[in-house]
Each structure stands twice: as structure tokens, then as C-alpha cells.
């Protein structure tokens, strides 16, 4: 049995074949199920998100893991198997550290993914699926991905313009704490934007339109509040946050505003980002003290400058991920190999004890003394016996060596 | 008690490395917050042992000399940043303070202990009244000055911070730099208690001097210098009070002030007159 993993990701498909091999939440316990009820697998976790389906088990080997899934999904033998990666052991542990350190995301360190591969961990083990050596790898895959995140800097910088607004805002008021947002128009990417400024601790959220009907929709979906346009104007000091994103053709936001409302907050400073194209915010508020203001093209700079600077980091990550790969194969290996070893140990000593005994009616009555020597030549002659071989295996790189599946063939063959 | 200033001296370097190899670092800032402070607060008992060796060693309050005022105030300095800098939200600030402390240290280690002039010593021990109300004197203004510091650092930082926000360049000056609210709320927080124990300082000091020859003012270069500084920060404090004057221009004026407290501090004792150290 070795660890076995089948990937489909998007990096080797296209959305049209991943959404294919993906399992919904509800069909996954079954599937898991499915999964160890075969003789050839023993254990089984199943990733499936929109970037990709991440099969990993204890099996024998990979082609029947992939016949089942084909099976599973009703799908023809082998229709997919270009876009398929086939891992085993090393390989296998080290895509399973990088898929949960977030090396393997479309956007690389982006946090979501290490939560969405627990939850399928969750999932196997309510389903039974799991045993000892997938939760294992998964407490360390966890531990690797912990690793990266607070020794590397992947997740340091925002790379989505939502947050970078974010991330920009924080440089001005520290803590989003009691903010309050102002959010005039109805673009898509503004409206994510207020959704993370409130996520990241603004309190409140007003919401201005020039159509009211669609302010309140959206204030009664945001949990804000609605704002008419026409009082745009005095409401605006009370923001601390401006986002904006019309489809207006001409600045609705001057600098006289501002200045307007700067005065009635007491200068308290103004953060403005501007989403919209044409832009709706003047440009030249940013001369005044205490106001700052961003458009799309700031946020797209630092995007991509952070995207830059996460790619660097990614490569420090890669080798982390690398040497821990490294050593969990060694310490399964070495955890398979102590198994064998031991069943060889016990078998052959079993053997001399059973000799023992067999000869014993003819050995007559001993003396503890000459009872304690017959232990001693056969444990002796079982160490001599074994040792060689124990020698060989052990030497072996990689944990294997001819002689351990020589043995392990051999055994399994026996007990059947 | 060299030794000991030495061993403050060193930890107070080493604090500050500490805090500029770990700037970049964006990760735990709490955690190197705590150790940074850890660090600070080894260097300042040392210092307060120091301190207190040189009270009992040459029997009175040690700030009567250029050398002691300036190690007074590195410790003070030093006791301001562990009470009032948040810990892991300065960022940069840390270092410009530290360093302020260390250079202070340095420089009175290297400057010659005058002896006390016999003018002097009668004149803190000429009443039990003087005795008291000497030490507190020095201790309010010692104090205002290290609370000034980290109100320059923070609006340095904040006009730093603020061109790199107007200019649209998001390097490193830009991460490394508390965000603009920290800065200003540092700056306005070290400001009033800086500008109360000026106050007291300046207090005290004509109880003083009304005590040791009658007159509460004499003219001298120090309290005219020490009044105009008064006077640009109570300006300061009254304009953010009522018309809520905040962000470049007070980060400005803050500057100003400081560079009035630098005057009053040194050059008041290049004019010469009535006050003689520190």
C-alpha cells in the first residue's frame, strides 16, 4: 500500500472537464464510502473545490484509484486522463503540502484553500474514511501550511483590488474599527469592497444611488443604510470611507465637497476609492490635507506589485514544502520498515520457540540453567539469521529495497 | 556606574537593531512588539540602578550637570516608550526613539562629570521647601522633553507616511510606517502630557526661584525660550481643540516646537545666565 494521489486542477484543465470529475458536498460522504469499500483502497480523502478534485488514498496503486473515480462519476475508462496527474508516496505527499500551503492556487497564498482542504479532511473522517495514515499526512500537511503561512510572506500582501482598498485604508485609520463606509453607486467591485471593509470591522455602511429604490435593495441585503443622492452632499461627512463606482460620465465628487466635509469633521482624514471608469472623484481632492484619494489604477498597481512580491515568497515556501515533504516520506518509510522488521523478528522467533517445544519430550527435564542457555543459542541463532537481511533493508535509500518486498510478498502470500 | 550606563547603553542599541532587522518582518508584530519592549525594559532597569548608584554616590539628585540630564533623559525616554508606545502597531517609531535614547546615553558617557558648583548645591539644599521642589523641577521638564521626542517621531513619521499616500508609492517607507491615525494620535497624546509637565516643570521652577531669591522670573535666555515653546504648543493644543487642526500642518508645527525645545535645551546654555546645566 502506498500513498496515492489523482489531481485534476487548473492548471491541467479546463473548468468544462474539472466541473466533471467534481463532487458536491452532499455526494461526497458516499462517494468516501464507496471509496474503502474497495478491496485496493484503505483509505481515501476527496478535494473538491472549483480549482480542482484532489483524490488521495492509501491504495495500491494509482490506475485503479483513477478506474474507480471513472466508475464512480459514470464516466468512460480513461476519457480524461491527459488532464489527470498521477502521484504516488514523495510525489504524492509533497502536491498534498503545496495544495494545502496554497502554492498550488490560482492565486497563489491566497488563504481559502487550507480551510477548504480541513473541511474535506472534516468530511472523511466523519465518513470513516480516513485512518492512520492520511490523518497523519493531513496533521502535517496542517503543520506545513501553518509553517509557510508565519514563515514566508505569501499571504502578507493583498493581491484583490477589494483588498488592497483594504489594506490602503489601514495605512490611514490603523483599525477599520468604527468606520463608517459611504458606498455610492452600485458597481460590482465596489460593493465587494464595502463587503470587506465590513468584514474587516467597519460599523456602518450607508448607501447612496441616484435610483433610491435600488440604495434600499441593496442596503436591506448589506445590512446598511439607504441614502438619497440629493443628500449626498451633507451626509458625506459623516463617512471616513468613500467607495464609488457609477456608471456617471463626469465627477460627482468635488473638491469643494470635500473641503465641505472636511471642515465638518474636523479634519478627521477621508479615504476615497474610486472604481469607476470614467472616474467619478476628482483627482485634485488628493491636494487637500487629510483627504486621500485612489483609483482603480493605484489599487491595480499595488495588486500587482504584492502579486510580484508573493511570488518571490512563494519560491522561499517551495522549498519549505520540499524538505518537509522529504521528511514525512522518510518517516513513513521508516514506519513501514520498523513494521516488517518487526514481523520478521517475530516470525522466525515464533519458528525456534515452536521447535522448542515440539522437542521437548525428548529433551527430558531441564535444569533452569539449561533452560536459560537453549533461550539464549536460539535467540542468538535468530539475531544471526536475521540480521543480514534486517542489514539490507535497512541500507536500502528509499525504503525500498528488494529483500523488504521480497519478504513482504512472501508473508502476505503465506497468511492468504 | 559607568558599567551600568554601558550595559544600558548596549541594550539600548541592541534594542533598536533589533527593532530596525525585524521592520520587515510582517508577520507576529505583537511578538517582536513584546520582545522589543522586553529588551527596552532590561536596558531601563539597568539604567534606574545606574541612576540611583549615582543619587547615592554623590549625594544628590543626579540632573544637575549636562552628563546627568542627558542620561536622565534617555531614561525618561525610555520609561515613555514602555508606558505609552503601543507595541505593535509603531512599526518604525521604535527605532527613531531608541536610537534618541541611546545617543543620549552616549553622550553622557563621553561628556566630563562636572562637579557640582558650590552656587548650586546651596541653592537645591537652602530650605527643605528647595530640596523637594528641585528635583520635581527637573523631573516635570526632563519628562516634557522625552514625551516631545516621541511627538516629533510621530509626526515625522506622519508627514513621511502622508507624502508616500499622496505620491501613490507603496515601497517600503510606505509599509514600514505606523498608518497616519497611529502617528497622530501618538504625536497629539505625547503632545498634551509633554505640554502639562512643561507646565508643572515651568511651575515649580519659579516656586523655586521664588524660594532662592525672591523673584519667580528673571529674564534669563532658558525661561524665555522655555515660555515661547510653551506658547507654540498651547497654540497647538488650542487649535486641534476648536478647530480641530490635525494631519500635515500640526505634524509641522509639532516640529517646530521641538526644534524651540532643542533651543531651550542647548542653546540656552551657549547665552549663559542664571541657568547653568541641562
Not at chain 1, 500537511?141 to 510572506?153: L, M, Q, S
Not at chain 1, 502579486?307 to 518537509?324: K, M
Amino acid at each position: 500500500m502506498s500513498i496515492v494521489l489523482l489531481s485534476i486542477n487548473h492548471h491541467t484543465a479546463p473548468v468544462e472537464v474539472r466541473e466533471q470529475l467534481a463532487f458536491s458536498e452532499a455526494e461526497l460522504p458516499t462517494a468516501l464510502r464507496a471509496m474503502i469499500a474497495r478491496e485496493v483502497i484503505q483509505e481515501g480523502l476527496i478535494l473538491s473545490t472549483c480549482n480542482r478534485v484532489e483524490v488521495i488514498a492509501e491504495a495500491a496503486d494509482a490506475n485503479q484509484l483513477r478506474d474507480f473515480v471513472y466508475e464512480l462519476k459514470r464516466l468512460p475508462l480513461n476519457c480524461f486522463n491527459h488532464h489527470l496527474v498521477q502521484l504516488t508516496d514523495a510525489e504524492a505527499i509533497q502536491h498534498t503540502f503545496r495544495v494545502a500551503s496554497s502554492l498550488d492556487s490560482m492565486i497563489v497564498g491566497e488563504p481559502q484553500i487550507l480551510g477548504q482542504v480541513k473541511e474535506a479532511f472534516q468530511i472523511a473522517q466523519n465518513a470513516g474514511a480516513v485512518g492512520h495514515t492520511l490523518t497523519r499526512l493531513m496533521n502535517r500537511a496542517f503543520a506545513v501550511a501553518k509553517k509557510v503561512r508565519n514563515e514566508t510572506g505569501i499571504a502578507a500582501n493583498a493581491v484583490s483590488i477589494s483588498y488592497v482598498a483594504v489594506e490602503l485604508a489601514r495605512k490611514v485609520f490603523d483599525s477599520l474599527a468604527g468606520t463608517t463606509v459611504l458606498l455610492l453607486g452600485a458597481g460590482e467591485m465596489a460593493e465587494l469592497a464595502a463587503k470587506h471593509f465590513i468584514t474587516n470591522g467597519a460599523e456602518k455602511l450607508l448607501i447612496v444611488n441616484r435610483t433610491f429604490e435600488n440604495a434600499q435593495a441593496l442596503a436591506a441585503e448589506m445590512n446598511g443604510e439607504a441614502v438619497s443622492f440629493e443628500t449626498l452632499d451633507s451626509r458625506l461627512a459623516e463617512a471616513d470611507i468613500v467607495l464609488c463606482s457609477t456608471g456617471a460620465a463626469h465627477y460627482l465628487v468635488s473638491p469643494s465637497h470635500i473641503e465641505h466635509a472636511l471642515e465638518q469633521r474636523r479634519y478627521r482624514p477621508i479615504f476615497l476609492i474610486d472604481i469607476s471608469v470614467p472616474r467619478n472623484i476628482d483627482p485634485a481632492i488628493s491636494e487637500l490635507d487629510n483627504a486621500f484619494v485612489f483609483d482603480i489604477d493605484d489599487l491595480e498597481a499595488v495588486a500587482t506589485a504584492n502579486l510580484q512580491e508573493r511570488q518571490r515568497e512563494a519560491e522561499r515556501a517551495e522549498i519549505i514544502v520540499a524538505a518537509e515533504a522529504e521528511r514525512f516520506a522518510a518517516s513513513l518509510a521508516e514506519g513501514n520498515l520498523n513494521k516488517v522488521i518487526g514481523v520478521l523478528r517475530r516470525e522466525v522467533q515464533q519458528i525456534a520457540l515452536d521447535e522448542l517445544e515440539r522437542s521437548r519430550k525428548r529433551l527430558g527435564a531441564l535444569t533452569p540453567e539449561q533452560e536459560d542457555a537453549l533461550h539464549v543459542m536460539l535467540n542468538s541463532i535468530v539475531n544471526k539469521f536475521t540480521h543480514p537481511i534486517i542489514k539490507q533493508m535497512r541500507e536500502s535509500e528509499d525504503g525500498h529495497s528488494p529483500y523488504l518486498e521480497a519478504f513482504r510478498e512472501f508473508y502476505h502470500q503465506e497468511k492468504e | 556606574m559607568n558599567v551600568l550606563l554601558i550595559a544600558a547603553l548596549l541594550l539600548y542599541l541592541s534594542s533598536a537593531i533589533y527593532a530596525i532587522i525585524t521592520l520587515a518582518m510582517e508577520q507576529s508584530r505583537a511578538r517582536i512588539g513584546q520582545w522589543l519592549r522586553g529588551l527596552v525594559a532590561v536596558g531601563f532597569v539597568v539604567h534606574t540602578i545606574s541612576l540611583a548608584l549615582g543619587w547615592i554616590q554623590w549625594g544628590h539628585f543626579p540632573v544637575v550637570n549636562l552628563k546627568e540630564v542627558c542620561s536622565f533623559l534617555a531614561w525618561a525616554i525610555a520609561a515613555y516608550y514602555l508606558l505609552f508606545v503601543p507595541r505593535d502597531k509603531a512599526r518604525a517609531l521604535p527605532i527613531f526613539v531608541l536610537l534618541c535614547g541611546f545617543l543620549l546615553t552616549l553622550v553622557s558617557l563621553l561628556l566630563p562629570n562636572e562637579p557640582l558648583s558650590l552656587t548650586l548645591s546651596s541653592a537645591i539644599s537652602a530650605s527643605p521647601f528647595t530640596k523637594i521642589i528641585f528635583p520635581l523641577h527637573v523631573t516635570m521638564l526632563v519628562f516634557s522633553y522625552a514625551a516631545f521626542v516621541v511627538t516629533v517621531a510621530g509626526s515625522v513619521m506622519y508627514l513621511v507616511q502622508e507624502r508616500e499616500l499622496k505620491a501613490k508609492r507603496f515601497g517600503a517607507a510606505f509599509r514600514w510606517m505606523p498608518a497616519l491615525n497611529t502617528c497622530d494620535e501618538l504625536s497629539y497624546r505625547s503632545l498634551t502630557i509633554g505640554f502639562v509637565l512643561l507646565t508643572l516643570g515651568m511651575v515649580t521652577g519659579m516656586m523655586w526661584g521664588s524660594q532662592h531669591d525672591g523673584r519667580f522670573w528673571h529674564n534669563d535666555p532658558k525661561e524665555v525660550l522655555a515660555l515661547v515653546t510653551w506658547f507654540v504648543y498651547l497654540a497647538m493644543i488650542h487649535y486641534r481643540v476648536t478647530a480641530g487642526w490635525r494631519g500635515r500642518r500640526v505634524a509641522w508645527m509639532a516640529i517646530g516646537g521641538f526644534v524651540a525645545v532643542l533651543i531651550t535645551f542647548i542653546g540656552a546654555r551657549a547665552m549663559g545666565g542664571y541657568h547653568v546645566f541641562g
